[in-house]
């Protein structure tokens, strides 16, 4: 039995293709056409897993774009997929935290791995992995530069929350002077702080399991791990847990 998951995120489609263990997974831009990610990144796990579509029992879809997949099987929340990946990587998350392109949320997970509440913020761009893109443009890098950048530098002070403010901060602290190491590192430490805000509006159980994008980014880490303690679980391929949960819902309907 194989199933897969397909998770069309606000910035970025991921795929994985499921037997019981993970077989093979995809990661592309969503672009402006969700539909044609969807099919586009499928194809592409199909190819990595040596698989052709009529070998799938069951698709699954989730993430903001599921519902223009017209060729799933079902479509499952976020929230439910997250809470089901996380599971499958670390069984014992109680809490989920994820940062991803255009939303960040918080999920405390049940003992027996249901969904108990969750908390998200999809009302600004303050916090996700969309504050750190429009930043990475200003300085004129990458999204791993920002990440090597910001390690090891005293961060300058970042006021502004509102990504339209905090740009005009940048540029102003770049007419300073002030150097793109200790902006890289200001940056992350405003990201940081924002998810902490938000982690206190759910209580958050250990072990604690770190999802989506922005997990991809060292600092970040760094900083929620020396924060949460010890169980601060870091997956190797953060931004698939969706479509992985989304894979295993898939799975165990077949
Ligand atoms: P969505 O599901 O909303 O598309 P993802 O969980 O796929 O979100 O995460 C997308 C975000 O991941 C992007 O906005 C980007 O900022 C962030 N991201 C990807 N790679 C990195 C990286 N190396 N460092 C920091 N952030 C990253």
Redo the contacts with the bound molecule.
Sequence with gaps: MISAGI?V????T?VVIFDGTIRSMAIAP?GWNPKEAGRNVFNEALIKAGLQERDIDRIVGT?YGRVSLSFIDKKVTEITCHAKGARFLFPQTRTIIDI????SKVIAVAEDGSVADFIMNDKCAAGT??F??VMTGILDIT??E??QMASGSKPASINSMCTVFAESEIIGLLAQEVTKEAIASGIVQTIANKMIGLTSRVPCLEEITFS???A??PEICAILSSVFGAKFNIPDQP?IVGALGAAIVGFETI
Excluded: C, P
């Design positions: 998770d995120g606000s910035t970025a991921k969503t993430g991803g392109g255009q939303d992995g969309r750190l893109q999204l791993d920002l990440g989506g994008g922005v991809n980014n931004q």
